[in-house]
């Protein structure tokens, strides 16, 4: 996907502060954190948002939901807690559409607004 930042970022056209990275996801950190940790998690394979899934891509996602965690207990969350945050579409705010999830933690504020 050629106009796509998230795309330009696994390809490393566009650097990013990275704390993950295996065959078929990235995470690094959110520009603009909302929280005292803010990082975005991706598949490398380039899907708009979750209106966008297909049924093959459930292995896929079902595997994200390990790397969540694994990045999560690295940043040292897994006692304290944390949120995961998906945007879809334009009432959810996303403003990028290569489908992200948002990991928040260390803070009992976790909120994007
Ligand atoms: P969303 O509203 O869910 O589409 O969120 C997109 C997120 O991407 C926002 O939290 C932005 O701060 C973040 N973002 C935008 N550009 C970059 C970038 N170059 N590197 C890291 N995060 C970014
Ligand atoms: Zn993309």
Redesign the pocket.
């Known amino acids: 996907m050629a106009d796509c930042?998230?795309c330009k970022?696994i390809a490393g056209h566009?650097?990013?502060?990275q704390v993950y990275e295996d065959e078929e996801f990235l995470g690094?950190?959110?520009?603009?954190?909302?929280a005292p940790v803010?990082i975005?998690v991706i598949p490398k394979k380039h899907i708009a948002n979750l209106e966008e899934l297909e049924g093959e891509d459930a292995p896929l996602m079902g595997r994200l939901q390990l790397v969540l965690q694994k990045i999560a207990r690295d940043q040292g969350l897994a006692d304290s807690g944390y949120r995961i945050?998906?945007?879809c579409g334009r009432d959810?705010?996303?403003?990028?559409?290569h489908i992200?999830y948002?990991l928040l933690g260390g803070s009992s504020r976790l909120n994007?607004d």
């Open positions: 930042l998230f970022i566009i650097p990013a502060d690094f950190k959110d520009i603009a954190p909302k803010h975005l945050v998906n945007n959810a705010g996303q403003v990028v559409f992200h948002h994007l």
